[in-house]
């Protein structure tokens, strides 16, 4: 098993720009969940998804889309990219929730200039 | 949003010595379950260690260990015998609705010779 795969490692943005962050996970898992990671605030959470066809917004959603076609996929989509979107993107996966175990990607970082 | 407050944002220990890393939250919940995340410099996000509010006994893994105190609402993380991959940042995290991980700020561990 593959785990959780993030793509892509470091990506450079210009302001304005748009793009999908990857990710996949070859568990089974129902629930998957992208978190931003900024220093000194640990891990935000942006958006969740209990199961194919169903996501939810987290604390931090402004800013993010996500949709839910599969149960393996979960991209994160930045519509306008801004300088304060520059961080380290995880997504998570897990069974049944988020009282389970989180599998957590390697992590997307992301430059916005 | 329920709080994670991790009050040391550093913490020292020399190898084979113990250590303790703190964390408090805020909740009204009886029902709910709390992590410790470990993330090394590689970036990786790994479990520690899972707790769940309703088991009075407090969860083991090996070389670590929580203090458990529900009333206190205190979820602390004892390192014995540290070793030096155990130097890392460490996350504690609360969940009560299976929909979302609210995460602390982080302690940042460095382990000795």
């Known amino acids: 098993n593959a785990g959780v795969t993030q793509t892509p490692k470091f990506q450079v943005l210009k302001t304005g720009q748009s793009m999908t962050l990857q990710c996949a996970q070859d568990?089974?898992?129902?629930?998957m969940s992208w978190y931003r990671q900024d220093p000194g605030m640990g891990l935000r959470l942006i958006h969740y998804?209990?199961?194919?066809?169903?996501?939810d917004q987290g604390e931090v959603p402004n800013g993010y889309n996500v949709s839910r076609s599969t149960t393996e996929d979960f991209p994160l989509r930045l519509l306008s990219a801004a300088p304060s979107q520059t961080s380290v993107y995880f997504c998570?996966?897990?069974?049944?929730?988020?009282?389970?175990?989180?599998?957590f990607g390697p992590g997307t970082r992301l430059l916005v200039l | 949003a329920q709080t994670v407050t991790q009050s040391q944002p550093e913490m020292s220990v020399q190898e084979a010595e113990t250590v303790t890393l703190s964390c408090t939250y805020d909740?009204?919940?009886?029902?709910?379950?709390l992590f410790w995340y470990k993330q090394p410099p590689s970036r990786q996000m790994i479990l520690v260690i899972r707790q769940e509010a309703y088991k009075q006994q407090n969860a083991t893994e090996n070389r670590f260990s929580v203090n458990f105190q529900k009333a206190a609402k205190s979820f602390s993380l004892k390192i014995s015998d540290s070793q030096l991959g155990d130097a890392a940042m460490y996350f504690c995290a609360y969940s009560n609705s299976g929909y979302a991980l609210n995460f602390g700020k982080g302690t940042s561990l460095l382990v000795t010779p």
């Open positions: 568990m089974n898992h129902e629930y």
């Open positions: 909740t009204s919940e009886s029902d709910y379950y």
């Open positions: 998804s209990v199961g194919a066809g169903i996501t």
């Open positions: 998570a996966s897990s069974y049944d929730g988020a009282q389970e175990t989180q599998y």
